[in-house]
């Protein structure tokens, strides 16, 4: 998963590399911060605490490999011919941008695309996201309206199935983005992506196996179509399945976007995932 010191973009020299805490492929990105929205009021208090960060987990390391894009023979350039070059990583917003514009015409895609250090917290999200984390700083992705509302039966609560409808419009935004589309996005900006990766610490060749880590954590949520049963504990609500309460937080949230919602997400990240680990010249 080498890349050639000449195939990466120019950067600036820094004197230490950012810790983990404080910095998806970017379009990947796009989707799992649809996924894991925080609205206001009382939640699952799971969704407030996150595990503890593990260096690099061993699902990045068991991840498969992204096979790398390869030129089209007609494309190669000689050898006399410059190679195209990507910019700095630290004034890749632009170029960044015009990427992944044409992806979607949704107004939500377009402001989270409105935010700067795209790629950084972009890979950032995506690295505790591998692990079932929700990093939720400096995330553009605004909460849904309405308050997270609950429903009564004597001593049992309930979550109202209403609060699902909030999330309909994150889930068909996420839906309107073509997979082959977020494929070839991610070998443009794989480079820079690699250097973003590095920056916290991890291989930067190992990006993609921490892209594919964090899909599949989103797809090894539970499909639950009961309605879902809660407990109070002081200002918070956790789920009254143990066993749902032991989830990690990415999947909780998952959880609380509603069962239709959940299996449209998954479904297309399952798209995602085999546009990006489609052969070189397979991606469409």
């Not at 997979?179 to 060749?205: C, I, N, S, T, V």
């Amino acid at each position: 998963m080498q890349i050639e010191p000449r195939d990466r973009p120019p950067r600036k020299p820094s004197a230490a590399k950012l810790p983990v805490l404080i910095i998806l492929l970017a379009a990947i990105a796009v989707a799992v911060w649809f996924v894991s929205n925080k609205e206001p009021g009382p939640e699952p208090a799971a969704d407030i605490e996150e595990p503890a960060v593990q260096p690099f987990p061993s699902a990045v390391e068991s991840a498969p490999d992204i096979p790398r894009m390869e030129p089209e023979p007609e494309q190669e350039l000689s050898e006399e011919e410059p190679q195209p070059s990507l910019p700095p990583l630290e004034t890749s917003d632009e170029y960044t941008r015009e990427t992944l514009a044409p992806l979607s015409g949704s107004d939500d895609y377009a402001q989270w695309l409105g935010s700067d250090n795209l790629l950084q917290k972009a890979v950032a999200f995506v690295d505790g996201l591998s692990r079932g984390n929700v990093l939720r700083k400096g995330l553009p992705v605004a909460p849904p309206e309405g308050s997270f509302k609950v429903v009564r039966e004597e001593d049992r609560i309930w979550m109202d199935e209403s609060n699902y409808a909030r999330y309909d419009s994150l889930t068909a935004t996420f839906t309107s983005i073509s997979p082959q589309a977020l494929a070839k996005a991610f070998h443009q900006l794989r480079p820079l992506l690699e250097m973003a990766y590095e920056e916290l610490g991890h291989p930067g060749d190992r990006v993609d196996n921490s892209i594919i880590a964090a899909i599949d954590q989103v797809l090894a949520t539970p499909d639950v179509t009961m309605p879902l049963a809660l407990k109070s504990e002081s200002v918070a609500y956790k789920f009254a399945d143990p066993a749902l309460e032991s989830l990690p937080a990415a999947q909780k949230q998952l959880l609380r976007m509603g069962p239709d919602n959940a299996a449209r997400i998954k479904a297309h990240l399952r798209e995602i995932r085999d546009a990006l680990l489609a052969e070189a010249g397979q991606q469409g």
